[in-house]
């Protein structure tokens, strides 16, 4: 089945940094891609839509200023969330649809200190 | 404003027996629903799913029921296993022809199997 492959699975980092999170498609081309976040026990938020070779899509009340999405290969979407806050520490999940569904990464949890 | 709920958010089953998880969306433009598992720490994964011109899909163990005119959806497992145990997302998405539709997920519910 598809596969997408999410890297880091763990990242702590200091106030004011940036970090960046990877989401590659491993078997299949991915279009568009979708970053979700999740706060303890609450739902996925999706936060933006990206879409390769243009511009993302940010859903309503996120900073695309701050996390900032690039989508320059069918196979690869990153995530870069620019000077993080401890507000910032969350767990963040991509997503790619492929022919059978949605296929998740495997979330990346970063904390930020 | 949620438009995908699930009012549970926990629920303790004894192994062999069914677990219902219950789901409910007001958004009417819903037309995909898609059930997905998830453990801690990890990303959501795919379990089954309907389009909204059925009611009803089976896989294996577990099988989805959706009632349109009710707009309730619910993920029957049976036999349950301790191996179930897990967060259940209940999604739903506009629209399922496309390929850029996103999903709008419910808040989980925990589902416990006790051996």
């Known amino acids: 089945g598809a596969v997408v492959s999410q890297h880091p699975s763990r990242v702590i980092c200091k106030s004011g940094t940036s970090v960046k999170i990877e989401c590659r498609s491993l078997?299949?081309?991915?279009?568009?891609m979708f970053w979700y976040r999740q706060f303890p026990k609450q739902s996925l938020m999706l936060m933006a839509t990206?879409?390769?070779?243009?511009?993302?899509?940010?859903e309503q009340g996120v900073e695309k200023d701050k996390f900032l999405i690039n989508h320059a290969s069918l196979t690869l979407s990153t995530l870069t969330v620019t000077s993080a806050h401890p507000e910032d520490s969350s767990f963040y999940i991509c997503?790619?649809?492929?022919?059978?569904?949605?296929?998740f990464g495997s979330g990346t949890r970063l904390t930020v200190v | 404003d949620q438009q995908v709920k699930q009012n549970s958010p926990s629920l303790s089953v004894q192994e062999g027996r069914i677990s219902i998880l219950n789901c409910d969306y007001t958004?009417?433009?819903?037309?995909?629903f898609l059930w997905y598992k998830k453990y801690p720490a990890e990303g959501p994964t795919f379990l089954i799913s309907?389009?909204?011109?059925?009611d009803k899909n089976e896989d294996g163990r577990f099988t989805v029921f959706l009632n349109k005119s009710a707009k309730h959806l619910s993920l029957h497992i049976v036999p349950s296993q301790p191996g179930d145990s897990a967060v259940y997302f209940c999604?739903?998405?506009?629209?399922?022809?496309?390929?850029?539709?996103?999903?709008?997920f419910g808040k989980g519910t925990l589902l416990t199997v006790n051996p």
């Open positions: 958004n009417s433009m819903f037309d995909y």
């Open positions: 990206s879409n390769e070779g243009s511009k993302a899509t940010y």
């Open positions: 997503s790619a649809r492929d022919r059978g569904g949605y296929t």
């Open positions: 078997d299949f081309q991915a279009t568009t």
């Open positions: 999604a739903a998405s506009a629209g399922s022809g496309g390929s850029n539709y996103k999903l709008t």
């Open positions: 309907i389009s909204s011109i059925k």
